[in-house]
């Protein structure tokens, strides 16, 4: 009799065939209380990320960032400030990127004005509130940015007005010479409604943002 073949094997992985850390989709929450949220996670889908709508604290759990978006800022500080939501935001953006829409520009201010408010105070810029009127002057503009890929699409809803920066924040784009889009290392502001342009442009920047510092802070596997 012939050699007895050792039995087919087929080839086997030595792992599950997981995508590597860096090429999943980040965990972008988004603070669904008032406001266009669901706008927010179709744009964040759009641009590589998987939404989380966020309500209650214990959701911001396993997040790499978190959207901050427009609504009426003093509803969003009472309904922060049950069961220690300002609090637990506080820690996540200390630690995480966040990036924060017409009243979340005005929730991340150092200073709020007009009239003064409380806020997260997490970011080196000063915000006057309804600095653009009613609701009536609402306006969309296209305007240079910083951003590749020419003028942006800016869609301004009741806008605060970014009246000062720091000398860390650094402006990516302007309206009548004051800044409508800012950064500030892993935060990101605007003031006008991004989610609500068919340009992509600003989300993926923040998507970028929070898949380069998830994968910075994660050690090798």
Do not use: W
Request: hydrophobic share 40%.
């Amino acid at each position: 009799m012939g050699a007895e073949q050792a039995p087919h094997r087929s080839e086997q992985p030595h792992r599950s065939e997981q995508p590597h850390r860096s090429e999943q989709r980040p965990r972008i929450g988004v603070l669904a209380i008032q406001g266009d949220f669901a706008a927010h996670a179709q744009a964040l889908d759009d641009a590589g990320a998987d939404a989380v709508e966020v309500r209650k604290p214990a959701e911001l759990a396993d997040l790499d960032g978190l959207i901050l978006p427009g609504g009426e800022s003093t509803t969003f500080l009472k309904f922060l400030e049950r069961d220690g939501f300002l609090e637990s935001l506080q820690r996540f953006i200390a630690e995480k990127p966040a990036f924060g829409t017409c009243a979340g520009c005005i929730l991340l201010a150092q200073t709020v004005t007009h009239p003064p408010q409380p806020s997260l105070a997490a970011m080196d810029i000063s915000v006057e509130r309804n600095a653009y009127g009613r609701q009536i002057d609402s306006a969309i503009q296209i305007g240079p940015t910083q951003l590749p890929g020419g003028p942006l699409e800016m869609v301004y809803i009741r806008a605060p007005r970014i009246a000062s920066v720091g000398p860390g924040v650094e402006v990516m784009a302007e309206r009548d010479g004051f800044p409508v889009l800012v950064r500030q290392g892993r935060l990101l502001a605007a003031t006008f409604h991004p989610e609500l342009s068919s340009d992509r442009r600003v989300h993926q920047l923040f998507v970028d943002m929070v898949r380069a510092q998830r994968d910075h802070s994660t050690p090798p596997s």
